[in-house]
C-alpha cells in the first residue's frame, strides 16, 4: 500500500489490518495489478472500509443502470465537486465502461457539452442539481428521468450513486487522497494493431 494515498492521515501498514480488508485488498490488488489508493486510505478506519466498500458493491452490482451510466455518474458528480481522486480514478473506468478514451475529460470539464444522448445529460442534470441544490430536486425531476426512459429502480439508482459519491468525494478531500498514477493513462489509447 502506498504510503502517500492520503497526505492528512496516516496510512495503515497492509500487515496491521484485520484478515477480511487485508483479502479485499489484496483481491483489489490482483485485479487491478495496483493498490487503488482509495483502499489504502479508507482502511485507516476498519470499522468504516466494510461498510463503505459493501455499499459501494451494492451500487454497482445491483443496478438497473449499465456500469458506464453509473461511472458518468461519479465523475460528473465529481467534476463538480473538484474531487480530484475520483476525477481520475472513475474517470479511468468511465474510459474502460463507456469504451471512450475522450468522454471523461468531457464529462470532468462540463457535462454539459459532453458528447453524450439527452437520456444521459438529463441523468447528469439531476445528479449534478442533487449535488449543488439538494432542497431543490423534487418530483418534476424524477419526472424528467422517467420521461427520458429511466425505470423507477434506475431513478432510485441515480439518486443512491449521487449520494454516495458525495460522500466519497468529500473524505478524499477532507484526507487528501491522491490517485494512484496508474489511473491517469489506463483507457486512454485504443489498442493499434502496428503490424499493418
Known amino acids: 500500500m502506498d504510503d502517500d494515498a492520503m497526505r492528512r492521515f496516516p496510512v495503515p501498514d497492509r500487515d496491521d489490518l484485520p484478515d477480511d480488508l487485508r483479502e479485499r485488498i489484496d483481491d483489489e490488488t490482483e485485479r487491478a495489478g495496483f493498490t487503488p489508493n482509495v483502499f489504502a486510505a479508507f482502511a485507516y478506519k476498519p470499522s468504516h472500509f466494510r461498510p463503505f466498500f459493501e455499499y459501494h458493491d451494492a ?40 469504451k471512450d478514451p475522450l468522454l471523461a475529460d468531457q464529462l470532468v470539464a462540463n457535462y454539459r457539452t459532453a458528447d453524450i444522448p439527452e437520456k444521459h ?19 418534476d425531476d424524477l419526472q424528467r428521468l422517467r420521461d427520458a426512459g429511466f425505470s423507477e429502480e434506475a431513478i432510485w439508482d441515480i439518486g443512491a450513486v449521487t449520494a454516495f459519491f458525495n460522500l466519497s468525494n468529500r473524505m478524499a478531500m477532507f484526507a487528501d ?8 493513462n489506463i483507457g486512454r489509447t485504443q489498442n493499434v494493431d502496428t503490424t499493418k
Not at 445491483?62 to 474531487?83: K, P, Q, Y
Not at 445529460?121 to 431543490?136: C, H, I, Q
Open 59 to 98: 451500487l454497482v452490482e445491483d443496478t438497473d443502470l449499465e456500469r458506464h451510466e453509473v461511472e458518468m455518474i461519479i465523475v460528473a458528480v465529481s467534476g463538480v465537486n473538484h474531487c480530484y481522486y475520483c476525477n481520475v480514478a472513475h474517470g479511468a473506468l468511465v474510459r474502460i465502461y463507456a
Open 121 to 139: 445529460k438529463t441523468m447528469l442534470d439531476v445528479a449534478v442539481k442533487l449535488t449543488e441544490s439538494p432542497v431543490e430536486v423534487g418530483g
Open 177 to 184: 487522497m491522491r490517485p494512484n498514477e496508474e489511473f491517469h
